[in-house]
């Protein structure tokens, strides 16, 4: 899809004041937006922002973390979206942590790396346009609960998906814990029973 351009006519004194009529013009439309340039012309060309954050537990086995990075991944990008996956850094020092002897010592360096992952993924949402949300467990899992509720404050798009049958509600009013729905249907998103319907509603949203 080829980026949008939106022209600001500068003042006749000094480009200082176009470039503060841009500044104005952004700050009344908040959608995610990228700067390219300013451009010799007084034009400003902007890219939307199109990525998605992927959240949930999908790293945590070998299954997931393989239908995670050879079938959601390429499926979210199929449909003109930038997946932001959270999935696969930090391994090589988690593998060291895990491989130092109980103690002091691996407590306070694996402190450290959560510490470090829960800054890196915050950032990751923040970057974001969207969200797509895998709601599959007994309950929702702890981590993507809180990051749809980040994300949901901030302003993002979001699309849950939840393929398994077994009941997960507080009643049938609602999929999921009914928090946890209302955090994603009040960004105008729903609640999926397959992964193609919500990257459809995402793609329609968003690009």
């Not at 988690?94 to 691996?106: E, L, T």
């Not at 949901?152 to 798009?157: I, R």
């Not at 998906?161 to 009941?167: G, M, S």
């Amino acid at each position: 899809m080829a980026p949008r351009t939106s022209t600001f006519q500068r003042q006749p004194a000094t480009d200082r004041e176009g470039h503060r009529c841009a500044r104005l013009y952004l700050d009344a439309h908040p959608a995610p937006l990228e700067l390219s340039s300013g451009g010799r012309s007084g034009s400003i060309s902007y890219t939307k922002n199109t990525k998605v954050y992927l959240a949930g537990p999908d790293g945590f086995t070998p299954v997931l973390s393989s239908w995670h990075r050879n079938v959601l991944v390429p499926a979210v990008a199929a449909a003109g979206l930038t997946p932001v996956s959270p999935w696969g850094n930090f391994v090589d020092e988690f593998d060291a942590a895990f491989a130092m002897a109980a103690g002091p010592a691996r407590t306070a360096v694996l402190a450290d790396l959560d510490k470090r992952v829960g800054d890196a993924n915050a950032k990751m949402i923040e970057s974001s346009a969207g969200m797509l949300a895998e709601l599959d467990g007994v309950d929702v899992d702890s981590g993507t609960a809180s990051e749809i509720g980040y994300g949901s404050a901030l302003g993002l798009f979001i699309c849950g998906v939840r393929t398994d049958f077994r009941l997960s509600s507080d009643n049938e009013g609602t999929r999921v814990n009914l928090q946890v729905e209302y955090f994603i249907t009040r960004t105008g998103g729903h609640v999926h029973a397959a992964n193609e319907p919500a990257i459809a509603e995402l793609a329609e949203r968003i690009l």
